[in-house]
């Protein structure tokens, strides 16, 4: 290819690109819609709040570390709001993100014994998933001394949350699900016009263990699971 045609091919993909972007007040619209959204779930999510760490409802979760030890007898507790924004000039907030967190507790002391170094560390990351600070002390053959494995020892208090963050540019929002139903975290795109009272109320359902359709609006669903 020459160099003339090389020019000639970088001009048309720049002109492609500028005709896919978006306009100026396409843009500006797309911010006030994901701005709204965040305002939207603050203010339902205080209120949810409010209503939460009054019933404070056993935990409807399956949460399970390192693959068989079933955390059990949880109470869903210490629900709060916590929004990351900036005030503009005139008070207007402009939402980073806003987090709707909890913890899922257990009062009962418990204690897990792993041998093998795989299923140490596997236990080690789904704590740390869980958000569980556990101690840690090596287990010994009370013949010999030999080390034997690791005890871990802990207090059952999952963390959970939701956090939904902006996507100005495209109009849309990403919420982040974190150890709802176990220990696992989801991704997923919404339109921020989509980000409604019915969504929220759906929301609501599947943190306290009811049916719910969340996941059915969302788009570029992305699971991780230790």
């Known amino acids: 290819m020459g160099f003339l045609d090389e020019l000639k091919e970088r001009t048309r993909a720049l002109q492609t690109a500028e005709a896919a972007a978006p306009d100026t007040e396409t843009l500006a619209r797309n911010r006030r819609l994901a701005n709204g959204a965040c305002r939207l779930a603050h203010d339902y999510w205080k209120e949810l709040c409010e209503q939460l760490n009054l019933i404070r409802s056993p935990s409807a979760a399956r949460y399970v570390v390192a693959g068989r030890e079933p955390l059990d007898g949880l109470v869903c507790g210490n629900f709060r709001v916590l929004p990351q924004l900036k005030l503009l000039p005139g008070g207007e907030p402009l939402y980073e993100s806003v987090l709707l967190a909890w913890h899922a507790s257990g009062e009962t002391l418990q204690r897990i014994e792993k041998e093998h170094p795989h299923d140490i560390d596997r236990l080690r990351a789904a704590l740390m998933q869980a958000g569980i600070q556990a101690s840690e002390a090596p287990v010994r053959n009370a013949a010999s001394g030999r080390l034997q494995g690791t005890a871990f020892q802990f207090k059952p208090i999952v ?68």
Request: charged residues 25%.
């Open 159 to 226: 963390a959970a949350s939701v956090r939904v963050t902006p996507l100005p540019d495209s109009g849309k929002v990403r919420l982040t699900f974190i150890n709802i139903d176990q220990l696992e975290r989801v991704d997923g795109e919404y339109p921020a016009a989509g980000l409604r009272a019915r969504l929220l109320d759906e929301i609501g359902r599947w943190i306290v263990g009811q049916p719910h359709r969340v996941l059915e609006y969302a788009g570029n669903i992305k699971r991780f699971q230790h």
